[in-house]
């Protein structure tokens, strides 16, 4: 597919955040409690072995959710306390001078705690001390979006951290996009060479898959 121009990205995001935002703290409240059942459902069912027996842990990454995203808290709290989980969580290194600053993910145990970093964004209060993670050693990814549309094409922030570190293909991990319904576009989204597309969604209604994408 063509390179998506900035202008039509930015469009998009500001269409789909202003119809986000509009949610009721109630409405995403109950969404997100779906949500995170989804996801246990989802890893109950296909990780079944690694998850009850005493094999390697199965490594997440997850997003610590801002104020209008849609939340994982109650599933990460769940995950952590269960010794077949290991749950990792974005770190953004702003490198001085660069245009861009790099992310990494680190182990958030229960023993974590959290402040606010680049962006505005919850993140680990001392990454250093934590243990990172690098793709090829992730099982699976929960993503944050902006938007989604029916082929499985993520709109993020714009930041494109995500599609950075998940550049290798070969080594990439399941790609699981995390949203609410009302954030699926009723267009077909561009999508650019560098963008990696979803495997799979989870919204309050359900799991939907894009196989063709891997």
């Known amino acids: 597919m063509a390179n998506a121009s900035p202008t039509y ?8 955040r202003e119809i986000r935002a509009r949610l009721a703290a109630d409405t995403k409240a109950s969404a997100g409690t779906a949500i995170c059942a989804h996801l246990e459902t989802f890893f109950s069912q296909n990780y079944p072995a690694r998850i009850d027996a005493k094999a390697k842990a199965i490594n997440i990454a997850a997003y610590l959710s801002s104020k209008h995203e849609a939340s994982l808290d109650n599933w990460i709290d769940a995950a952590r306390e269960h ?13 001085q001078g660069a245009d ?15 402040t606010i970093g680049h962006f505005g964004l919850r993140t680990l209060q001392n990454p250093e001390v ?13 993503l944050p ?22 550049s290798n293909e070969a ?33 309050e209604s359900g799991m939907r898959r894009f196989p063709s994408n891997r």
């Open 145 to 166: 979006l902006v938007a989604f549309d029916q082929h499985g094409t993520r709109l993020g922030m714009g930041g494109g951290y995500y599609d950075r570190f998940f």
């Open 83 to 95: 010794s077949g989980i290991n749950v990792f969580v974005p770190v953004i290194d702003q490198v």
């Open 171 to 203: 080594s990439r991990p399941y790609m699981m996009g995390i949203g609410f319904d009302i954030q699926e576009s009723s267009e077909t989204l561009e999508r650019s060479h560098w963008d990696v597309p979803l495997d799979a969604i989870i919204t």
């Open 130 to 142: 934590a243990e990172q993670i690098e793709a090829p050693m992730l099982d699976c990814v929960l």
């Open 9 to 16: 990205r930015q469009q998009q995001r500001s269409k789909i």
């Open 100 to 114: 861009q600053g790099q992310m990494h993910f680190h182990l958030y145990s229960k023993t974590s705690t959290t």
